[in-house]
């Protein structure tokens, strides 16, 4: 069964990092693209991030330069980390396997950013 | 980016009715390799999105008979043929032609009457 499981998230202050994780099971996560999306309180999914399984990676211009997307696949483990965050950063934080079709999705981090 | 609008924004049905979802591209979502990158997500209520339908009419792996998709181009649809309790939630399309820009549409709620 493919499980992913989002950590990491809290209340951050505007300027604050914070690096999200998300941790994978159930499948060979070396051979898949991953990508994280968000959706902020009410609102609807906005793509934010991905990477290939070569480990290239890819960023909406809305988070360009603030964050950087990573993966371990020794730890089978996603990551995000989040620099110079902004109060419009707050959100549900998902991360979800594969690029084009986000097949299936972790349950999510929630990252607060207030002063 | 492409855009991506749906309607109605909510929907209100009566158990056994079926329901019937719009979603409009900006641009066409045919690719060069003959496939439509349209997808159809249900948000159940406090839950994360689930993958529903894959490349306009492919219902994804136990999703049930009743969700269909049809559509080409910029113009798609999904269809719930008789809606139950369970399929409470928020409905979103998205594409994925222009990787690695995913957009989603502004979803649509389903409410039971």
């Known amino acids: 069964e493919v499980q992913l499981l989002e950590s990491g998230g809290g209340l951050v202050q505007p300027g604050g990092s914070l690096r999200l994780s998300c941790a994978a099971s159930?499948?060979?996560?070396?051979?898949?693209?991953m990508s994280w999306v968000r959706q902020a309180p009410g609102k609807g999914l906005e793509w934010v991030s991905g990477i290939n399984s070569g480990g290239s990676t890819y960023y909406a211009d809305s988070v360009k330069g603030r964050f950087t997307i990573s993966r371990d696949n020794s730890k089978n483990t996603l990551y995000l980390q989040m620099n110079t965050l902004r109060a419009e950063d707050t959100a549900l934080f998902y991360c979800a396997r594969n690029l084009r079709r986000l097949d299936y999705w972790g349950q999510g981090t929630l990252v607060t950013v207030s002063s | 980016d492409i855009v991506m609008t749906q309607t109605p924004l909510s929907l209100s049905v009566t158990p056994g009715q079926p329901a019937s979802i719009s979603c409009k591209s900006s641009?066409?979502?045919?690719?060069?390799?003959?496939?439509?990158?349209l997808y159809w997500y249900l948000q159940k209520p406090g839950q994360s999105p689930q993958l529903l339908i894959f490349e306009v009419s492919n219902r994804f792996s136990g999703v049930p008979d009743r969700f269909s998709g049809s559509g080409s181009g910029t113009d798609f649809t999904l269809k719930i043929s008789r809606v139950e309790a369970e399929d409470v939630g928020v409905y979103y399309c998205m594409q994925s032609i222009q990787l690695p820009r995913l957009t989603f549409g502004g979803g649509t709620k389903v409410e039971i009457k």
């Open positions: 159930g499948f060979t996560f070396s051979s898949y693209a």
């Open positions: 641009q066409s979502l045919l690719h060069s390799d003959g496939k439509t990158y």
